[in-house]
T-cell receptor, first 116, second 114 residues
Framework: DADVTQTPRNRITKTGKRIMLECSQTKGHDRMYWYRQDPGLGLRLIYYSFDVKDINKGEISDGYSVSRQAQAKFSLSLESAIPNQTALYFC???????????????FGEGSRLTVL | GENVEQHPSTLSVQEGDSAVIKCTYSDSASNYFPWYKQELGKRPQLIIDIRSNVGEKKDQRIAVTLNKTAKHFSLHITETQPEDSAVYFCAAHQKWGSARQLTFGSGTQLTVLP
């Protein structure tokens, strides 16, 4: 089955370390997203990308950067991790088309990051 | 920017009863309103969505209603079952960067008691 895969699934790191979360997909979708989930805050958009040359900031991009290495790969980096970046991170994809950039988001299984 | 407020944050119902979750949004230009279900330890999955040119949509035991004038939309689950227990997120489209993207509500933990 076509899927969205995130690595690592769990990571514990220390303040100041550089961390990369990777996302790959076999759905053939061109649109990829990174969301952060915190209890009581829902899912907040960090970055999104329509193709390898089109990357956009979301609601909470400060402290994060991304790289779209190929249509199927979208990585999220924390250059210098801090404790309030402890959260569950989701990658998601969506196909182009549909009405006004709408349509189903397909999420990966999530990457739980703990920054000590 | 747009806020999407979701209530209640927790909801417990007896099996077989109905559950209603409500959301309000602030961006009058929003035109797409999906609902996602996240079971414990799992990824969010779309369960139903509605567009602004429609006032109500049903899919078996699930329905969503939209009131564009009041800027609120609701999820209705009838004849609830234990497998309906999950966190439910509403969302609305908002413009971030060059295009409209989803802004999610804070989630509702629904517990269906047997």
């Amino acid at each position: 089955d076509a899927d969205v895969t995130q690595t690592p699934r769990n990571r514990i790191t220390k303040t100041g370390k550089r961390i990369m979360l990777e996302c790959s997909q076999t759905k053939g979708h061109d649109r990829m997203y990174w969301y952060r989930q915190d209890p009581g805050l829902g899912l907040r958009l960090i970055y999104y990308s329509f193709d390898v040359k089109d990357i956009n900031k979301g609601e909470i991009s400060d402290g994060y950067s991304v790289s779209r290495q190929a249509q199927a790969k979208f990585s999220l980096s924390l250059e210098s991790a801090i404790p309030n970046q402890t959260a569950l991170y989701f990658c998601a994809t969506r196909s182009w088309g549909g009405y006004a950039n709408t349509g189903e988001l397909f999420f990966g299984e999530g990457s739980r990051l703990t920054v000590l | 920017g747009e806020n999407v407020e979701q209530h209640p944050s927790t909801l417990s119902v007896q099996e077989g009863d109905s559950a209603v979750i409500k959301c309000t949004y602030s961006d009058s230009a929003s035109n797409y309103f999906p609902w996602y279900k996240q079971e414990l330890g799992k990824r969010p999955q779309l369960i139903i969505d509605i567009r602004s040119n429609v006032g109500e949509k049903k899919d078996q035991r699930i329905a969503v209603t939209l009131n564009k004038t009041a800027k609120h939309f609701s999820l209705h689950i009838t004849e609830t079952q234990p497998e309906d227990s999950a966190v439910y997120f509403c969302a609305a489209h908002q413009k971030w960067g060059s295009a409209r993207q989803l802004t999610f509500g804070s989630g509702t933990q629904l517990t269906v008691l047997p």
